[in-house]
């Protein structure tokens, strides 16, 4: 084992030394005294200092040291707690956001929802009532060619002549007929008023609802976006102020308020909306249901007024027909009086000539003789039958005459009967019958007699 070397004894500084070193206390003290030994003339005596010194400074470094060192340590554990305590407290605020994220995701997903349901919904009553505004201008043109052939029939029927232009039921129900239908089109205008104004109301709603659903849109793809970033994100950027993006927000009872009023609004014009297209269906419908009992009561006016003007007709025949018999009987009547008279000729030149031969006897012949006597009877019962014959061909005479303006009156009355069930019945009642009734819902008619094809 080999020796440990021998603590050497301290040398005592010279006098010499200690004139030269000077007195230190500190490590800067040690350094400057050296640099001013080590610079001093080889000659000079350097100044020691006491192992005591040198314990007290060696010590004093120790303590300094332990000192510098616990405090790092605390400084260091109090560093990696407070590192550890942000961490978590990020952490948690990053949690929290996403959470508060994932919620609004939700709410306004929920809202985008309801949004695109009312917004489906509204497009089906806009088309619903876009149909039943289209029905009704259907129902409303239909009218036209009823009007049209209601104001032909009253002007057909001012065709009529004499005695037979008459304001009778049939006028008068053409004119009512006329009147419900000029209701019929105010009406039915007025529904095409409101629907338009309806649906204006419900493209407002549908505009509003779309411009909310982009918004919802937007907002979605947005905090979706902010939802996937994370700290290892790409392209992410400090925002030096926050608070300046705060000035046009809105609370939240704000915006689902905001989203709740588009849908009431969109809510109300739709029951509007269904409320008019049943106002349309119910004034289309009762419309044609009174202008169907008005046409059937027409047509049964038509029929009525036909059914007198022929039994009127069948009466005039039948006076004609006797009187033309009666014309005849009368005619023959005078034929056998003409004869009659005519056969009286014979005897009154007969008598006559006797009369006037006899007037020619001589003298005392000339007596008023049984003969004279008869031939003047004769003469007087022969012009008295001529002047009963001629006096009843003359009576005769004014009853065939009487006859015959009689049958004239009954032909012309007849031929005006005939031409009143010709409008009637040709011009009227069948141009009526043609015209099927199909209803304002069908919204066509179909006329032959006027070859007038129309389709609305």
């Known amino acids: 084992m080999a020796e440990l070397p021998t603590i050497r004894e301290p040398v005592q500084m010279t006098s010499a030394y200690s004139s030269v070193l000077p007195s230190y206390g500190s490590k800067r003290d040690v350094g400057k005294a050296l640099l001013q030994t080590l610079g001093a003339p080889s000659n000079a005596v350097r100044d020691r200092k006491a192992p005591d010194q040198w314990n007290a400074a060696l010590n004093m470094h120790v303590r300094l040291s332990d000192k510098d060192k616990n405090k790092a340590e605390t400084q260091r554990d109090a560093s990696n707690r407070l590192i550890k305590e942000l961490d978590q407290k990020t952490k948690s605020k990053q949690a929290e956001v996403n959470r508060r994220l994932q919620d609004r995701i939700t709410t306004v997903a929920y809202w985008k929802q309801r949004l695109n349901t009312e917004h489906a919904a509204i497009c089906q009553e806009i088309t619903n009532l876009s149909m039943s505004k289209k029905k009704t201008q259907q129902a409303l043109a239909s009218t036209e060619l009823p009007t049209e052939v209601s104001q032909n029939c009253l002007k057909n029927r001012e065709n009529r002549e004499a005695i037979d232009l008459v304001q009778d039921l049939v006028d008068d129900e053409l004119i009512n007929e006329l009147n419900m239908l000029s209701e019929v089109q105010k009406l039915l205008a007025t529904r095409i008023g409101d629907s338009d104004q309806r649906l204006k109301n419900l493209n407002d709603c549908k505009a509003n609802l779309e411009y909310d659903i982009r918004d919802k849109e937007e907002c979605l793809r947005l ?76 047509g049964s006016m038509f029929r009525l007024r036909l059914k007198e003007l022929t039994a009127a007709k069948t009466n005039l025949d039948g006076q004609l027909e006797k009187t033309n018999q009666e014309i005849s009987s009368v005619e023959d009547s005078l034929h056998q009086l003409r004869e009659a008279l005519r056969s009286k000729d014979g005897p009154m030149k007969v008598a006559t000539t006797r009369f006037a031969v006899r007037s020619k006897r001589p003298n005392v012949e000339q007596t008023r003789d049984y003969v004279h006597g008869g031939l003047l009877s004769e003469i007087n019962d022969i012009s008295g039958s001529q002047e009963a014959l001629k006096q009843q061909i003359a009576s005769a005479e004014e009853t065939l005459h009487r006859l015959l303006k009689n049958k004239e009156r009954l032909q012309q009355d007849i031929e005006i009967k005939k031409k009143s069930i010709q409008i009637d019945e040709q011009q009227c009642l069948r141009l009526r019958k043609t015209l099927s009734w199909r209803g304002l819902t069908n919204g066509h008619w179909v006329v032959e007699h006027y070859h007038i094809r129309r389709k609305v």
């Open 223 to 298: 905090d979706e976006h902010c939802y996937k970033l994370n700290n290892g994100s790409a392209g992410l950027q400090q925002v030096a102020q926050p608070s300046l993006y705060d000035g046009h927000t809105t609370t939240v009872d704000k915006h689902e308020s905001f989203s709740q009023d588009n849908l009431e609004k969109s809510e109300v014009a739709r029951v509007m909306s269904c409320l008019q297209r049943e106002l349309n269906d119910f004034s289309i419908n009762k419309s044609n249901d009174e202008l169907q009992k008005q046409s059937e009561l027409v």
